[in-house]
């Protein structure tokens, strides 16, 4: 069934953990940051008299590509993290042509940078809540462990491998909300405010009603959600646990904002039938059994308060990091070697 999403179920999609929109953020940055590039010039592998020990150590094995405040990045390194990279995101291995090198090599110094100024702010991650992480994400994979052990070994990762990914985004995640989070404020005026200069989003267009469902594949079943609705039940409840529509019942039937060429004829003459707040009986189409509800023309603002604060706490928190990635990448020190410093200066 075509349905026509309203912003309040935009708004629900977007949902995700912190530590993704972060990544995310982080990688888009990478552009941004492209303008702090610095100008230098050498190869790693020849390395100049008096060189530190550290780096002739680093080098006699592999050479180093770039360095954040004279840490260095080496080839090894970077080829893990990039392999990592791609695994977590579920990118074939062949595909690692297919994406520039330079653009991961940035993440991997803005993720070095923040890092580094994570140290100086005193935070620090355990291994077991990295582990416990690293625990999560495999068991909310559709894949079995054994097989993602599988493909890890293939791709010459281990666990240990993952486990500092994810201890790496703990550590950004912790900086962020000291020095990110501690400044957002979303006031409830400035709610109300977004959401009275936006209502045409929230208001039905002429030929539109908003409408919930719930589909149910008995007669049977049908009748005794019917029963339970008109004994008092709530229909977003009812909706939720028992339509067999899950990309809606998940938000209590809603369809959002649709029209009559949204249904097919049949259901569409029975929705468009009703009243404001009024429900259906139930309606026969295909095999399965539909009861609609009819919501208000407008979505309320006590409904969409909640995905405001979300939506503006998101476009703040999206700005202040920039703002800070930025600020303490040009106050680092970043060079870059070898095939990093040629692409570098051809940018």
Not at 6 to 33: C, E
Request: charged share 25%; glycine share 4%; net charge positive.
């Amino acid at each position: 069934m075509k349905k026509k999403q309203n912003t309040l179920y935009v708004y629900r999609k977007r949902k995700i953990r912190v530590f993704r929109v972060i990544i995310a953020v982080l990688v888009l940055a990478v552009i941004a940051a492209a303008i702090f590039y610095s100008r230098t010039a050498g190869y790693a592998g020849i390395a100049v008299a008096g060189a530190k020990s550290l780096w002739l150590k680093i080098t006699c094995y592999s050479p180093v590509i770039a360095s954040v405040n004279g840490q260095p990045i080496t080839q090894a390194e970077f080829d893990k993290r990039y392999s990592v990279f791609l695994f977590v995101k579920g990118i074939p291995e062949s595909y690692k042509d297919t994406i520039d090198r330079k653009t991961i090599l940035e993440q991997v110094i803005n993720e070095d940078v923040l890092i580094q100024e994570a140290h100086k702010e005193g935070i620090s991650v355990t291994d077991q809540s990295a582990r416990a992480m690293l625990d999560e994400a495999i068991n909310q994979s559709i894949l079995t462990e054994d097989l993602l052990k599988t493909m890890m070994k293939s791709r010459g990762l281990s666990e240990k491998d993952l486990q500092d990914y994810y201890k790496r985004n703990l550590i950004i995640i912790a900086l962020l909300n000291k020095t990110v989070e501690s400044k957002m404020n979303v006031t409830e005026q400035d709610m109300r405010n977004f959401y009275n200069e936006t209502m045409d989003r929230y208001t039905v267009k002429p030929g539109e009603i908003r409408l919930r469902q719930i589909v149910v594949n008995s007669s049977e079943d049908a009748a005794n959600i019917m029963q339970a609705l008109n004994n008092g039940s709530d229909f977003v409840q009812e909706a939720y646990y028992n339509s067999l529509d899950r990309e809606s019942a998940v938000y209590g039937g809603d369809l959002g904002f649709i029209n009559n060429q949204s249904l097919p004829p049949t259901l569409s003459q029975a929705a468009f039938a009703l009243r404001q707040g009024q429900t259906s009986s139930r309606v026969y189409y295909n095999g399965s059994y539909y009861i609609f509800r009819r919501e208000n023309n407008t979505i309320s603002y006590d409904e969409i308060k909640q995905e405001i604060r979300n939506g503006l706490e998101s476009s703040i928190r999206n700005t202040l990091m920039l703002d800070y990635l930025l600020k303490v990448r040009n106050a680092a020190k970043i060079e870059y070697f070898g095939w990093a410093n040629q692409s570098n200066s051809t940018a």
